[in-house]
C-alpha cells in the first residue's frame, strides 16, 4: 500500500519548511508521497518549496490562485498512492496523527477514516469557532441521519479512487462540506479516531469566517436533495 499526503499551500511562508519537514520526518506502516501544491502564493512560499528536496516529496504549483478546493484537486490528479489523506501547511495538526488514521484501513475496518478534533482552551480559535463547527456538523447529522462530530477536520483519509469519483467542485472551505456530504449520500460510514489540534489565530494567519459556515449548510442542502451520486 502507498498513501499520497495531499498538502494545498497558500501564504504560509512561516509554517511550510516545518510542515513539510514534520510529514517526512514521521514514520508511517507504509510508502508515502508528499504532494504540495502551490495555489499562486506571493510571499516567500515558493521559494522555501524549491529550496527542499526529498525523493518522497512532488511540488507543483498554480500560476494563479484557484483556492483550496482547486489546489486539493491538482494534487488528487497528481497521487499516485492507493490511498489519498489531506494535510494542511498550517502545523495546526500533526503528522503523527497520520499513522492512526491508516491502522482501520490497513485492517481492513474502514474504508474511510476521519480525525475527530477534541476543542478545549488549548485548541480552540474562539468560542464562536467552535460553536459554528459543531453547529455545522449538527446540520449535516440531520440531512442524513448521520452521526459524526468534526465534518470539517483537515485530516480525511480514504481510497484514491474514491475521492476521484465523489468529483468535488467546490473550491474555498466549503469543500469539507462537499466532501463529507457525498460520502453520506453515499451511505458511507465515516470511522473518526481522535487527533490532536491547535488552532492558530487571526493574527497567525487563521483564513477561515462564519460566511465559510452558511456556504457549508448550502452545499449540504444541495447534496442532500439533488446530488444523484
Known sequence: MKLSILMPVYNEEQFVHSAIKAVLDCEYPCAIELVVVDDASVDRTPEIIDGLEDERL???????????????????????????????????????????????ALTGEAEVVYG???????????????????????VVNVLFNSYISDY???????????????????????????ITSKLL?????????PIVYRARSRE?????????G??????????????KG
Not at 468560542?127 to 449538527?138: D, H, I, L, M
Not at 483537515?154 to 469539507?176: E, H, Q, S
Not at 497567525?204 to 465559510?212: F, L, Q, V
Open 58 to 104: 512532488v511540488k507543483l504549483r498554480h500560476p494563479v490562485n484557484r483556492g483550496k478546493g482547486g489546489a486539493v484537486r491538482t494534487a488528487v490528479a497528481a497521487a499516485t498512492g492507493d490511498y489519498v489523506v489531506l494535510f494542511d501547511a498550517d502545523l495546526e495538526y500533526r503528522p503523527e496523527d497520520i499513522p492512526r488514521l491508516l491502522e482501520p
Open 116 to 138: 475527530n478534533r477534541t476543542f478545549g482552551s488549548h485548541s480552540a480559535f474562539s468560542y464562536w469557532y467552535v460553536q459554528g463547527n459543531r453547529f455545522v456538523t449538527t
Open 152 to 178: 470539517a477536520t483537515c485530516l480525511k483519509l480514504m481510497p484514491t479512487k474514491l475521492y476521484r469519483d465523489l468529483n468535488i467542485k467546490c473550491n474555498g472551505f466549503a469543500m469539507d462540506a462537499e
Open 185 to 193: 449520500a453515499r451511505k458511507i460510514r465515516l470511522f473518526e479516531v
Open 204 to 212: 497567525a494567519g487563521k483564513k477561515i469566517t462564519y460566511r465559510d
Open 214 to 227: 452558511f456556504k457549508a449548510i448550502g452545499v449540504m442542502m444541495r447534496i442532500r436533495f439533488f446530488y
